[in-house]
């Protein structure tokens, strides 16, 4: 089976920065995507970043500019910077990866346990 655990969250003040982090152990064969949502009380889960196998990201608007993924393809890592942190910006925050977890077989989405992140006015 393959596991997701983020880290790095935490409280910090608007303007601050932060850097979560997660790593997929398991039994793990290849590595798609990956992504990092967020879940904020009350609202819906809502797409973040995400970084191709190939190395593009793509970014929310609401975070265009502040937010850089990137990867670490050796350790089966994902990390998110965070720079300029508006208290808008509180939420669960959630990593999700497409893997293979046989040679040759299909990939499939894994969701890690989330980190709060929590930014203060």
């Known amino acids: 089976q393959v596991q997701l655990v983020e880290s790095g969250g935490g409280l910090v003040q608007a303007g601050g920065s932060l850097r979560l982090s997660c790593a997929a152990s398991g039994s793990i064969f290849g590595i798609n995507d990956m992504d990092w949502f967020r879940q904020a009380p009350g609202k819906q889960r809502e797409l973040v970043a995400t970084?191709?196998?190939?190395?593009?990201?793509i970014y929310a608007d609401s975070v265009k500019g502040r937010f850089t993924i990137s990867k670490d393809n050796a350790k089966n890592a994902v990390y998110l910077q965070m720079n300029s942190l508006k208290p808008e910006d509180t939420a669960v925050y959630y990593c999700r990866g497409a893997v293979r977890t046989t040679t040759k077989g299909a990939f499939y989405v894994f969701w890690g346990q989330g980190t709060q992140v929590t930014v203060s006015s």
């Open positions: 970084v191709t196998s190939g190395g593009s990201t």
